[in-house]
C-alpha cells in the first residue's frame, strides 16, 4: 500500500482548511476582536503541518486505488476535525478539547449538533469559522458521494460511477474539470442565497453564516433559537429553498447549467424525494390543525419547515417541535434516517437506497407468484445487478447496527434512553437535534457526558 497519494490529497485539503481560517482572522481584525490571532496562529501550524505532508509524498503515483481511498475517506475527516478544533480552543471561548473536536467534527460532517451555549452574543469570527467548517464539509460530501464513494462500490454507491472519476485508471483532467462544476455550481448557489437572506433582513454575517449551512444542509446558526429567532416567514422561505435544493444531486444542477434541465424531472431519486417531503407535510399540517388547533397557514409554516429541515440533515429549528404531540416526534424521527438524494448535501440512508430495496423486494415477490417468469429489477431505466443489491443490503445492516450499538454505548456512559436512541440517530444521519429536553431543537449537546461525545464524534 503507497500512502504518499493519501498524503499528498490530505495536505491539499489542510492548505484549504488554513486559507479558511483567514477569512474569520481578517474579520476579527477588522472588528477589533482579539480572536484574530487564535484563527492567524491555527492557520499557520495547519499551513506547516499541510507543507510536512506535503513533502513526505513527493515522488508518489498521482492515481488513488481502492486500498488508499478506503484509509483516505476515514484519514481526511480525522485530521481535518483536529485542525479545524484550533481555533476553538484558542479563541474566548477556551473549548476544552473534547468539545472542540465534537464541534469541529459536527462541522465539517454537516451534521450541525453543536456544544456552544450563548451564540448570540458570540464573536463574529467564531461564527463565520463554524459556516466555513459547514461549506466545506457540504462540499466534500459532494465530490466523494460523485466521484469516491462510487469507485468503492460502497452502499450501492456504484450505480452513479462516473468514469471520469475513476483514478485508478484515468487521468485526472477530466475529474477536476467536474469537480470545478460542482464546486461552481456550489458557489453560485451559495452567493443567491447570502445575498437573498440579507435582503431579507439578516446582516451580512448572519446571512454568509446561513447561506454557507443552508446549502451544506448542516445547520449551524447564530442564535441558540436557531431560525426562530428571526421570526419571518420571508426568511424562512428563502432557507427552506436552499435546504430543498441541497438535498438533490449536485450533478443534476450542472447538467441543467449545460443546457439540460430535463435530468431534473427525469430522475426517480428526486421524484420520491419530493413526493416523500410533501406526504409528510401534508400529514404534519392536517395533524397540527386538527390536534394543536393551528391556523392552515400556521400549520403549513411550522410543518414545511420542520420536515425539510430533519429530512434533509440540516437541523434549523423555528420552534421545539417536543411540544407539538408524539405523532410529529414520531414522523420527524423516521424522517431522521431518510436523508435526501445520493450526490447532494444532505445525510441520512438515501432516497435511492429504499428505491432499490423496494425494486428488489418487488421483484422478489413477483417471482414467488410466477415461479418460471423472469423479472429484472430497475433503477431510473438502469438493471440493478445482483451486487449493487448485496452492497445496499449491506449498508443497511451496517447502519442499523451501528445505531443500535451506539444507542447502547450511550446508554452505558450514562445517558437517559431518549437522549441516546435520538443521539445515535442524529450522529449517524448527521441531522443535528435530537429528541428531549437535553439534545432536542431547544438544547445542546453541552450537557451530554464527555464519553458520549468521544462516542458521537467518531
Not at 503507497?2 to 490530505?10: R, W
Not at 480525522?78 to 468539545?99: G, K, N
Amino acid at each position: 500500500m503507497n500512502l504518499k497519494i493519501v498524503f499528498l490529497i490530505t495536505s491539499v485539503l489542510l492548505v484549504i482548511l488554513s486559507l479558511g481560517m483567514l477569512i474569520p482572522a481578517i474579520w476579527d481584525g477588522l472588528e477589533n476582536n482579539e480572536d484574530w490571532y487564535a484563527f492567524a496562529g491555527s492557520a499557520l501550524i495547519t499551513c506547516f503541518a499541510a507543507v510536512l505532508l506535503g513533502l513526505s509524498s513527493r515522488g508518489g503515483p498521482k492515481r488513488l486505488h481502492t486500498r488508499e481511498a478506503f484509509i483516505m475517506v476515514t484519514l481526511v475527516w480525522v485530521v481535518l476535525a483536529l485542525f479545524a478544533s484550533l481555533p476553538l480552543m484558542l479563541s474566548e471561548l477556551h473549548l476544552s478539547f473534547t468539545d472542540a473536536f465534537f464541534e469541529a467534527m459536527s462541522g465539517l460532517t454537516t451534521t450541525g449538533s453543536t456544544v456552544i451555549i450563548g451564540l448570540d452574543t458570540m464573536p463574529p469570527g467564531l461564527h463565520l469559522w463554524r459556516g466555513i467548517l459547514q461549506w466545506l464539509g457540504g462540499l466534500g460530501i459532494i465530490v466523494m458521494a460523485v466521484g469516491i464513494l462510487p469507485f468503492l462500490r460502497i452502499g450501492g454507491m456504484q450505480l452513479f460511477k462516473i468514469e471520469a472519476f475513476d483514478t485508478g485508471g484515468k487521468e485526472l483532467p477530466r475529474a477536476a474539470s467536474i469537480s470545478g462544476a460542482i464546486t461552481l455550481t456550489y458557489i453560485i448557489f451559495t452567493v443567491i442565497f447570502g445575498v437573498a437572506l440579507h435582503l431579507a433582513g439578516m446582516t451580512w454575517l448572519e446571512s454568509a453564516v446561513h447561506a454557507m449551512s443552508t446549502i451544506a444542509t448542516g445547520g449551524y446558526s447564530t442564535s441558540d433559537t436557531s431560525i426562530g429567532h428571526f421570526n419571518s416567514p420571508i426568511i424562512e422561505f428563502i432557507i427552506m429553498c436552499g435546504m430543498l435544493i441541497g438535498g438533490i444531486p449536485f450533478l443534476l444542477f450542472v447538467k441543467a447549467f449545460r443546457g439540460n434541465p430535463r435530468f431534473l424531472f427525469i430522475d426517480s431519486q428526486v421524484r420520491w424525494y419530493l413526493i416523500i417531503l410533501m406526504g409528510s407535510i401534508l400529514l404534519l399540517s392536517m395533524w397540527l390543525a386538527i390536534s394543536r388547533e393551528f391556523s392552515v397557514i400556521q400549520a403549513m409554516r411550522a410543518a414545511s419547515f420542520s420536515v425539510i429541515s430533519i429530512m434533509t440533515g440540516t437541523g434549523f429549528a423555528v420552534g421545539d417541535y417536543m411540544t407539538w404531540g408524539s405523532f410529529p416526534i414520531g414522523l420527524l424521527f423516521m424522517l431522521t434516517f431518510v436523508g435526501g438524494c445520493a450526490g447532494s448535501t444532505a445525510c441520512g440512508i438515501k432516497i435511492f437506497r429504499f428505491q432499490i430495496l423496494f425494486k428488489a423486494m418487488q421483484s422478489t415477490f413477483n417471482k414467488l407468484i410466477h415461479p418460471h417468469g423472469i423479472f429484472v429489477p430497475r433503477y431510473n431505466g438502469v438493471p440493478i445487478t445482483e451486487d449493487v443489491v448485496l452492497s445496499v443490503l449491506g449498508f443497511f445492516f451496517l447502519f442499523v447496527f451501528i445505531f443500535a450499538v451506539l444507542s447502547l454505548l450511550l446508554v452505558a456512559a450514562g445517558c437517559d434512553f431518549v437522549t441516546a436512541i435520538s443521539s445515535a440517530a442524529t450522529a449517524i444521519s448527521n441531522v443535528g437535534p435530537g429528541l428531549g429536553h437535553i439534545v432536542g431543537p431547544s438544547g445542546s449537546f453541552q450537557r451530554i457526558p464527555e464519553t458520549a461525545k468521544w462516542l458521537l464524534a467518531g
